[in-house]
């Protein structure tokens, strides 16, 4: 429980909120962290995604875009931990299990998984590791180019499964796993796993075999069959599903290029032998095949399409819940809801960017059940955000306040240890100028705060907006001031270059950004990054976002106040007006 909920962290903070909301939300949360799992092993990489004018051909040389900048964006994905996520969004506790390493994409990723919910305790992370990237270059006409390192997940054959994460799958509720970037020794070990100690298994086979045994070099046609016979429930695409048929039904050949996707997936399960074969189709839907039933699921009809990334990722996401949730279906109703399901949640991926759900996606995927849709079922769905003191006409308004406390909470959970905290603190304490806060909208409001605490406690602070520096303000900076900025995402111009001149000019220059490789962390003296993998209103009100830069602020004023040793009579001085300088007195 204390890890959920910080004394320190909250303490002094919890009037902010309202009490009875928090505690059913906190409720909510414990009781989804005490269930059993589903672990998941593979895929989890940080895109870097770059605006080219074109792709050059060899020998020749290339071009950003824009001149004056390189990359676009970076997104935290992957196979396994988009379905995870979807998963976890939809009321399953979930955990991945993973190789990371101690850099900045890694960091990126564990705070993505914070915020989505998905269990960080079972990965294994070292400097020895490099977490996955990926860097996708996006020409004007749409078209795109990946360049794919997967980094430490590579590095997970049988022996590095066994030793690091074979232990915790008797433990779990369930396991899914890839064929995509994991070694198909240690996916195999890991099912091998999973069947001896009765745990349901899930295998995505993301890429087909060709793929898998030639050009990812995963393992070899025979590591891909006996691989996906260890599997309990198979999730294909129907492209690799074709070839796997053709694969493992030496008879049938080139001719199951002709099958109907149910066709497909009724051979493939009864020559793999599993409980189930899942195909997904894109617009054309899935189908569904048991022992005994089978069922063909319809798409979800959207209006667009936004970005269909990870439509898939999402689908076994559903898929996944629906097990978890439902139990394995024994009949055709039980089979059509869990299609309906992972259609539901492919089709919320497309409706927004990127692969990981967001609070869109995820109304949009309630949205999308239809009225026949078991309402049992669906309030389970919906449990994580939902109020069960809510009177009948409140539905949005505690939705929405639940969803803001559960955000805040994941936000601040991650910022407990922040690398340089220390380093940060040092600078102001021992700092023999002044100290300048600064920032752009509502981080200049953060700034203006901080700059006031300080001054409260004798550290002298003065806020400066970013815009003002190259209008006058570099000459108030001198050798020995420190200067903080404050910026989520650490690419507003005014601060990056506000940063640079301040820091020629002599001053120390602290960068408070939730990107470990933005323009304003890489100018910084010393970079203090949190995480921003949480979620916000439309992806872009800063409500979490301002929440943890306050926190943050909070940390470094209560840090000063113990290392300075402020006593109450010093306080008293700096503070005699107002209800605190009578408090101060009594």
Known sequence: TTSLLDDELFDGRMSMWCQADLTATYATILHFETMARVLGCGSNVVDRFFRVRALPRPGEKGFFLSPMKTIEKSLVGGVTLNHLAWASQLSVPTALLALQGEDAAGELVRGAMKQLGVGTDLLQVSSQYTTAESYVLLQPDGERSIIMASGATSMIDAQAAKRFFVPAVAKAKMLSTEISQVPLGGVLALLSAAKAKGVTSVLDVDVAPSVAAEQANLGSYEDVIAT??????????????????????????????????????????????????????????????????????????????????????????????????????????????????????????????GALPTDTARAQLLKMLPADFPTSLAAQIASVHSDPGAGAGDESTTAATHASLTNDIAALKQIGNLVNTPKVVELLRTCTGRVFVSGIGKSQCVATRLASSLTSIGVPGQAVHAAEWVHGDLGGIRHGDVVLFFSNRGSSAECVTAAKACKDAGASVVAVTGVADSPLALAASVPLVYHTGFSEPLGLVPTSSVVVQEAISNILVTELVNQRQLTLTQYRRYHPGGAIGKLAVA
């Open 228 to 353: 996906v016979r260890a599997a309990d429930i198979v999730k294909p695409a129907k492209h690799a599903a074709v070839e796997l048929l053709s694969l493992l039904d030496k008879n049938l050949g080139s001719k199951a290029e002709g099958l109907t996707t149910l066709e497909v997936a009724q051979r493939l399960r009864n020559v793999i032998g599993c409980k189930m074969v899942a195909i997904t189709a894109g617009a054309e839907g899935c189908a569904l095949v048991t022992e005994k039933i089978h069922t063909v699921v319809p798409s979800v009809r959207l209006a667009s399409v936004v970005d269909a990334t990870g439509a898939g990722d999402a689908f076994l996401g559903g898929l996944i819940a629906g097990l978890s949730l439902e139990g394995f279906p024994t009949d055709a109703t039980g089979l059509r809801v869990l299609g309906t399901l992972a259609n539901a949640a492919g089709a919320a991926c497309c409706s927004t960017l």
